[in-house]
């Protein structure tokens, strides 16, 4: 059963419009959410996270949008870049008083961007 | 350049056979994770070290053991590989302060093994 669920596997947008891309989870207790950004042969690179307690966190050209009511999340980047060609991962994180929680990722969503 | 540092990089196995993938960071974080990666599957955690001195199961334990080492180094054992463990590897580092209080959360450039 898939906690964190990124239902869109590709998503194609052209140079300096908007990317959105959305993310879905079930699990109530996930307190943090975080987006990664991955090239291919490379480590996922941290992008952009967001507490429970907040509903938009931004950072330059990316802001992560959170809806707890309806458990999604969504990261917008404007404008879109060739750069940002990479697939971009959602996962989540519960705090279960342990001090160290494994996250929780979707699939995944592959996004190009075209000139 | 401070960050998550796996050795090696590329590896292949013959069915059967043992390895061990090292994983060392020097951010000072308590806790440290191997995960794996598989085409159209995400990132699944393998085990987790919470702090040293301790290691928990993730999603996908199955065929795996671990070594918290010291508080730097995480070590992830393979004693009889067989082809469903082809994946690419990543070991990760992070700290929590407590609910809804985070750190950073530190991934290393990856290990990809095949198993034929």
């Known amino acids: 059963d898939q906690q964190v669920k990124q239902n869109s596997p590709s998503l194609s947008v052209q140079e300096g419009r908007i990317s959105i891309l959305n993310c879905d989870y079930t699990?109530?207790?996930?307190?943090?959410f975080l987006w990664y950004k991955k090239y291919p042969a490379e480590g996922p690179t941290f992008l952009i996270s967001?507490?429970?307690?907040?509903d938009k966190n931004e950072d330059g050209r990316f802001t992560v949008f959170l809806n707890k009511s309806a458990k999604h999340l969504s990261l917008h980047i404007v404008p879109s870049q060739p750069g940002d060609s990479a697939v971009y991962f959602c996962?989540?994180?519960?705090?279960?008083?342990?001090?160290?929680?494994?996250?929780?990722f979707g699939k995944g969503t592959h996004l190009i961007i075209q000139p | 350049n401070a960050g998550v540092t796996q050795t090696p990089k590329f590896q292949v196995l013959k069915t059967g056979q043992s390895m061990t993938l090292q994983c060392a960071q020097d951010?000072?974080?308590?806790?440290m994770y191997w995960y794996r990666q598989d085409p159209g599957m995400g990132l699944r955690l393998i085990y987790y070290?919470?702090?040293?001195?301790?290691?928990d199961k993730g999603e996908v334990p199955n065929g795996y053991n671990v070594s918290r080492l010291n508080k730097r180094e995480f070590s992830l054992r393979l004693e009889s590989a067989a082809p469903s463990q082809t994946s690419v590897y990543f070991c990760?580092?992070?700290?929590?302060?407590?609910?809804?209080?985070?750190?950073?959360?530190?991934f290393g450039s990856g290990t990809r093994l095949t198993v034929v």
């Open positions: 967001i507490s429970s307690i907040k």
């Open positions: 951010m000072n974080h308590n806790s």
């Open positions: 070290s919470a702090s040293e001195g301790t290691t």
């Open positions: 996962a989540a994180s519960g705090y279960s008083g342990g001090g160290a929680d494994g996250l929780t």
């Open positions: 699990n109530s207790m996930f307190d943090y």
């Open positions: 990760a580092s992070s700290e929590r302060g407590g609910e809804g209080v985070y750190y950073g959360y530190t």
